[in-house]
């Protein structure tokens, strides 16, 4: 743990290090690059109006993640359940696949409007597919001897899913909200980037169009932390309560 | 009380892509008895007890597997494999009433504890596999297989992975209280079928031999001289290139 903090922190001082060296060596005007020192005053004093921004995406992220998580588990399982939803179903998914998530967020604003919801609904997107699929295909590597078992038991296929397959199937569940947790601030972002009037992406796209440029950072690194603190409750969250499970 | 165990005849031949697995064979598995099906590795001695055990889906038996009294198979058989399949993820007790669990049926977990405490497992109801030795978890296999109360069992080489006093005393145990039910075990061990057969049969790439199997009640005791000799004969036998005519 110690040795951990350690090395983030040298790793932490080695960036800003290297950030200041850059603008210092190139002779950067603040309007291009500010320097670490500039961003850290800026994030001082705006942190209000940052930290009220930042409230509003980390709701979108949280509930898209949820809403997410748990579509997504439903789907898997629903896919698992049945040959014929795998025929229905998978192909659809693929394809709404080859849509990239970012054409779709004019759309979503336009039917769900500039509030929490679009952004919510893009979040909810981009992390439906990598959280089914990374469940789905969990769910269909069930060890063979085990569904042996099961069936000269004589096990209906629902208890067989909910007692043996998700129970198995957990861990790779978990890889998929791993990836759904750095995924859903990038989703919430687009929506905010498409048409908002809060949040981490208003407030970038506005210092931007000012030439706040030190302020843009700000919310940057913010935003940054939040992800890395996502991931990590998230990481924690799957520690705790899926990847043991299936080795426990 | 417990309906009479039917004899089983298996009569046919497989094969896996039209490649033959075994066979034409005839194999009749005495009412009531252990009979011991001995072979090499890769002689189809597993793919024979999966096609009974009616999980097998990619080999083609062309023939029939019928009991004595007439009826279905399915439902009176119950498995036990080499690995123990013990869910990680449930505690002892949960694993050994897997079955009713599965089939929505109600638990009878007096009858568990008391199959648990016959296999001396009383101090180990709540814990969890891994926290159990390997021959403790196969105890717990072999008494999730006793709670089936199945009038077939279908043994596939369930103690090889154990070490030598563990397999002896796995061996006691599973012959006392299999005892009056019809029991086919596969097994590559000739002391393991000299001890536990009623009946031994050795399946090869010509096909299936019978052997008389040394006297004495089962399980015989692993010092019986007779049992030794026979067991000596046994590996004989299998290690003879093609059928001779080896006395037993």
Same mark, same amino acid.
């Not at chain 2, 007790?93 to 669990?101: D, E, F, S």
């Not at chain 2, 590559?188 to 019978?210: C, F, K, N, Q, Y």
């Given at each position: 743990?110690?040795?951990?903090?350690? +090395?983030? =922190?040298?790793?932490?001082?080695?960036?800003?290090?290297?950030?200041?060296?850059?603008?210092?060596?190139?002779?950067?005007?603040?309007?291009?690059?500010?320097?670490?020192?500039?961003? $850290?005053? !800026?994030?001082?004093? +705006?942190?209000?109006?940052?930290?009220?921004?930042? !409230?509003? !995406?980390? #709701?979108?992220?949280?509930?898209?993640? $949820?809403?997410?998580?748990?579509?997504? *588990?439903?789907?898997?399982?629903?896919?698992? +359940?049945?040959?014929?939803?795998?025929?229905?179903?998978?192909?659809?998914?693929? %394809?709404?696949? #080859?849509?990239?998530?970012?054409?779709?967020?004019?759309?979503? =604003?336009?039917?769900?409007?500039?509030?929490?919801?679009?952004?919510?609904?893009?979040?909810?997107?981009?992390?439906? %597919?990598?959280?089914? +699929?990374? %469940?789905?295909?969990?769910?269909?590597?069930?060890?063979?001897?085990?569904?042996?078992?099961?069936?000269?038991?004589?096990?209906?296929?629902?208890?067989?899913?909910?007692?043996?397959?998700?129970?198995?199937?957990?861990?790779?569940?978990?890889? *998929?909200?791993?990836?759904?947790?750095?995924?859903?601030?990038?989703? #919430?972002?687009?929506?905010?980037?498409?048409?908002?009037?809060? *949040?981490?992406?208003?407030?970038?796209?506005?210092?931007?169009?000012?030439?706040?440029?030190?302020?843009?950072? #700000?919310?940057?690194?913010?935003?940054?932390?939040?992800?890395?603190?996502?991931?990590? *409750?998230?990481?924690?969250?799957?520690?705790?309560?899926?990847?043991?499970?299936? =080795?426990? | 009380?417990?309906?009479?165990?039917?004899?089983?005849?298996?009569?046919?031949?497989?094969?896996?892509?039209?490649?033959?697995?075994?066979?034409?064979?005839?194999?009749?598995?005495?009412?009531?008895?252990? &009979?011991?099906?001995?072979?090499? /590795?890769?002689?189809?001695?597993? &793919?024979?007890?999966?096609?009974?055990?009616?999980?097998?889906?990619?080999?083609?038996?062309?023939?029939?597997?019928?009991?004595?009294?007439?009826?279905?198979?399915?439902?009176?058989?119950?498995?036990?494999?080499? /690995?123990?399949?013990?869910?990680?993820?449930?505690?002892?007790?949960?694993?050994?009433?897997?079955?009713? @669990?599965?089939?929505?049926?109600?638990?009878?977990?007096?009858?568990?504890?008391?199959?648990?405490?016959?296999?001396?497992?009383?101090?180990?109801?709540?814990?969890?596999?891994?926290?159990? /030795?390997?021959?403790?978890?196969?105890?717990?296999?072999?008494?999730?297989?006793?709670?089936?109360?199945?009038?077939?069992?279908?043994?596939?080489?369930?103690?090889?992975?154990?070490?030598?006093?563990? @397999?002896?005393?796995?061996?006691?145990?599973?012959?006392?209280?299999?005892?009056?039910?019809?029991?086919?075990?596969? &097994?590559?061990?000739?002391?393991?079928?000299?001890?536990?057969?009623?009946?031994?049969?050795?399946?090869?790439?010509?096909?299936?031999?019978?052997?008389?199997?040394?006297?004495?009640?089962?399980?015989?005791?692993?010092?019986?001289?007779? &049992?030794?000799?026979?067991?000596?004969?046994?590996?004989?036998?299998? @290690?003879?290139?093609?059928?001779?005519?080896?006395?037993?």
């Amino acid at each position: 743990m110690l040795t951990r903090l350690v +090395s983030l =922190t040298a790793v932490t001082a080695l960036a800003v290090m290297l950030w200041q060296a850059l603008v210092t060596l190139a002779e950067l005007p603040p309007f291009i690059l500010p320097g670490p020192l500039r961003v $850290a005053e !800026t994030l001082w004093a +705006s942190r209000a109006l940052i930290a009220h921004h930042a !409230t509003i !995406t980390a #709701a979108e992220v949280l509930i898209g993640l $949820a809403l997410g998580a748990l579509l997504g *588990g439903l789907s898997a399982i629903g896919l698992a +359940s049945s040959p014929m939803s795998r025929r229905l179903i998978r192909p659809m998914m693929v %394809f709404s696949q #080859a849509i990239p998530v970012f054409a779709l967020a004019p759309i979503l =604003t336009l039917w769900l409007g500039y509030g929490l919801w679009s952004k919510v609904a893009m979040a909810l997107l981009i992390i439906y %597919f990598p959280v089914t +699929s990374a %469940f789905f295909d969990a769910l269909m590597r069930t060890p063979q001897p085990w569904l042996d078992l099961a069936r000269v038991m004589g096990a209906n296929p629902a208890r067989l899913m909910w007692h043996i397959r998700v129970p198995a199937a957990l861990p790779g569940f978990a890889s *998929g909200l791993r990836l759904a947790a750095v995924y859903a601030p990038i989703g #919430a972002i687009i929506g905010e980037w498409v048409g908002a009037s809060k *949040g981490l992406g208003y407030l970038m796209l506005l210092a931007n169009g000012r030439a706040k440029i030190d302020l843009m950072f #700000a919310a940057l690194i913010v935003l940054a932390l939040l992800t890395l603190l996502l991931h990590a *409750g998230v990481d924690r969250a799957c520690r705790r309560w899926l990847d043991g499970a299936a =080795t426990r | 009380m417990r309906p009479a165990p039917p004899a089983l005849v298996i009569d046919g031949h497989a094969r896996i892509d039209g490649l033959p697995v075994f066979g034409p064979l005839r194999l009749s598995l005495a009412a009531g008895r252990i &009979t011991c099906l001995l072979g090499p /590795s890769g002689v189809g001695k597993t &793919t024979l007890l999966r096609l009974i055990a009616g999980v097998d889906d990619v080999t083609t038996f062309t023939g029939t597997i019928t009991a004595s009294d007439g009826l279905p198979l399915t439902g009176r058989m119950a498995l036990m494999a080499q /690995s123990d399949l013990l869910l990680p993820w449930l505690d002892v007790l949960g694993n050994v009433t897997l079955g009713a @669990r599965l089939r929505g049926a109600r638990r009878d977990l007096i009858r568990a504890r008391q199959i648990l405490n016959q296999m001396g497992l009383a101090d180990h109801l709540e814990k969890r596999p891994d926290a159990l /030795s390997g021959g403790q978890r196969q105890r717990v296999a072999l008494a999730r297989t006793l709670m089936e109360d199945r009038p077939v069992i279908l043994l596939d080489e369930p103690f090889s992975a154990l070490d030598a006093r563990t @397999r002896a005393e796995m061996q006691d145990l599973a012959a006392t209280h299999l005892a009056g039910r019809t029991v086919l075990m596969v &097994t590559h061990d000739p002391a393991e079928a000299a001890r536990m057969g009623h009946a031994i049969v050795i399946l090869s790439e010509t096909g299936l031999v019978d052997v008389a199997p040394p006297p004495g009640p089962v399980p015989r005791p692993v010092e019986d001289p007779e &049992t030794l000799a026979a067991q000596g004969r046994l590996l004989a036998r299998l @290690r003879a290139p093609a059928p001779g005519p080896v006395p037993c």
